[in-house]
């Protein structure tokens, strides 16, 4: 199988399941918006899994209607059955920086009023509501219905020092507003500005203050890492190359062909907690072994190429939901130069006077590939090894060493809860 096919044959692949995750990942999802005569009209909305809060959203009222766009100043509400819902309001909201180099001097937050969507976490007699910007997070609060009001954290510098404090006021307007006798003064000293301490104590305090059922949360789940560990066995079909520019009327080059070889690796897989779980990070050690030999006219013997070794493909992989649990995913991973060799691993000419014994050095590669996870156990990935030079310490040399591999997955661990 020639270069030019193998990349052919996966490029083909890659294109196939790129259109099949196209047309099969669920876009859009039964919601709702509520206009600006407070009239609810039901549909369709394109789930795109805000990691900030949206300016605006994409409707349809069927499945098959197009698609239009529903900007802030056209609605009051929308969110999705089951799911999260954002409110359009006019508030005041302190957008000075969080970064550490960009703090500023003053305490005091420093207010502008905008019309946004607001991320609605709890509701009840006390409501809690989330705005998430570049670089910025900011949490908003009403209390029996009055007007909504953001809980103020700022982050400053003292002036004349490289010190920085911090403007925790959000804990007094708490104490102030969002206080009952069975909740104690240390827990809102204690309590920190973010999306899962606040919305534990919002919900504890509509709980003290009334009926629990009238107290609803829609919290985002906490963000922690997915580790995955994977068996990966599989079938290399390599073909490796040499050329020499020695000079000698003999002549080294050689092409040892298309071989079919085992391999096997253990991968390891780190799930980012963002964009629904769809980007990973891996990382998979894998034995390959190669062994091909020819014989020219010229030659006593056979040309011989062993070469046995570990590496360790390192990078990152995209998933793409479809239906029945079933994924699509696709790598991009870099080989560095570092690998283990075994001594046999070795490209040996025979012919008198000519005999030599290259010993196998690698350089660093790429690789791409595209699988399927068919199960939440049980995958297979298709994946083209770029060329890797393998006798790069030699300087009158050269060799092609590329390879089309058939991996086949079986997870025995995780830590996420299946």
Same mark, same amino acid.
């Given at each position: ?93 302190? $957008? ?7 703090? !500023?001097? /003053?305490? +005091? ?5 905008? %019309?946004?969507? =607001? ?103 906490? $963000? ?7 068996? !990966?066995? /599989?079938? +290399? ?5 040499? %050329?020499?520019? =020695? ?116 350089? +660093? ?54």
């Amino acid at each position: 199988m020639s270069k030019n096919l193998s990349v052919s044959l996966l490029v083909c692949f890659v294109t196939l399941s790129i259109n099949l995750s196209l047309r099969a990942q669920v876009e859009f999802r039964k919601g709702y918006y509520i206009d600006l005569d407070d009239k609810r009209v039901d549909g369709l909305i394109k789930d795109q899994d805000w990691k900030d809060n949206p300016e605006a959203f994409i409707y349809k009222f069927k499945a098959d209607s197009d698609p239009q766009k529903m900007d802030i100043n056209r609605v009051n509400e929308f969110g999705f059955e089951d799911g999260p819902k954002f409110l359009a309001v006019t508030v005041k909201i302190d $957008r000075t920086s969080d970064l550490v180099n960009d703090l !500023t001097l /003053g305490r +005091n937050p420093t207010f502008q009023i905008e %019309r946004l969507f =607001l991320k609605v976490l709890v509701e009840g007699k006390a409501s809690l509501y989330g705005y998430s910007g570049e670089n910025l997070v900011r949490f908003f609060y009403s209390v029996n219905g009055i007007p909504i009001e953001q809980l103020v954290y700022k982050r400053y510098r003292l002036p004349g020092t490289v010190k920085i404090a911090v403007n925790k006021a959000y804990q007094q307007q708490i104490k102030n507003h969002i206080s009952c006798e069975d909740i104690k003064s240390n827990q809102i000293e204690s309590l920190t500005y973010s999306e899962q301490a606040l919305g534990k104590y919002f919900l504890k305090y509509n709980t003290c203050n009334g009926d629990p059922s009238s107290a609803s949360a829609i919290l985002s789940p906490e $963000r922690k890492e997915i580790f995955n560990l994977r068996f !990966t066995p /599989g079938i +290399n079909l390599s073909r490796l190359q040499v %050329r020499d520019y =020695l000079g000698y009327s003999y002549s080294f080059d050689t092409d040892f062909g298309n071989k079919p070889s085992l391999r096997v690796g253990l991968e390891v897989e780190a799930v980012l907690p963002y964009n629904r779980n769809k980007w990973s990070l891996v990382i998979e050690p894998t034995f390959q072994y190669y062994h091909s030999e020819v014989m020219k006219e010229q030659d006593v013997g056979n040309i011989v190429a062993k070469y046995s070794f570990v590496d360790f493909p390192a990078g990152l992989r995209y998933y793409s939901f479809l239906k029945n649990q079933r994924q699509l995913f696709f790598n991009a991973l870099y080989i560095s130069n570092f690998s283990v060799n075994f001594s046999s691993s070795a490209i040996t000419y025979p012919t008198r006077p000519y005999d030599k014994k290259l010993e196998i050095s690698t350089r +660093n590669s790429f690789a791409v590939g595209a699988g399927m996870k068919f199960t939440k156990k049980f995958s297979v990935e298709l994946r083209y090894y770029f060329d890797r030079k393998i006798i790069g310490d030699y300087l009158s040399w050269d060799s092609t060493f590329t390879r089309l591999t058939l991996i086949a997955g079986y997870r025995f661990f995780t830590s996420a809860k299946d």
